[in-house]
């Protein structure tokens, strides 16, 4: 089946880090690219960073350029988050997606249509 489980949410402080963790409990063949979203109170599900496994190719929105960094572990099961200098705009409910056997395409990487995984999401907070 494939199931994601996320983790290293938690609460900190402006300008602080934390990194967040995705990991695929079960079968990983076929999945094409993963991607973290996050969606805050009262606002849609957007897209983060995302990481295309066949080129290794990453995309960033562009609120977190500069400030977060996605990537892949050895054994191509965990995908991380890594993220620096956070603000409170980047306090959400974070999400882990992943795409299996559907097509990643740069343009789209940011639309939810395109994943067929999903976690149940880790809690970032960020007080000023």
């Known amino acids: 089946q494939g199931h994601l489980v996320e983790s290293g949410g938690g609460s900190v402080e402006a300008g602080e880090s934390l990194t967040l963790s995705c990991a695929v409990s079960?079968?990983?063949?076929?999945?094409?690219?993963m991607t973290w979203f996050r969606q805050a109170p009262g606002k849609e599900r957007e897209g983060v960073a995302s990481?295309?496994?066949?080129?290794?190719?990453?995309y960033y929105a562009e609120p977190v350029k500069g400030r977060f960094t996605i990537s892949q572990d050895n054994a191509e099961n965990t995908v991380s988050l890594q993220m620096n200098s956070l603000k409170p705009e980047d306090t959400a409910m974070y999400y882990c997606?992943?795409?299996?056997?559907?097509?990643?395409?740069?343009?789209?990487?940011?639309?939810?249509?395109?994943?067929?995984?999903w976690g149940q999401g880790t809690q970032v907070t960020v007080s000023s």
């Open positions: 997606a992943a795409s299996r056997g559907l097509s990643c395409v740069s343009s789209t990487w940011k639309r939810t249509d395109r994943y067929n995984l």
């Open positions: 079960e079968e990983t063949y076929n999945i094409n690219c």
């Open positions: 990481f295309f496994h066949g080129g290794r190719t990453t």
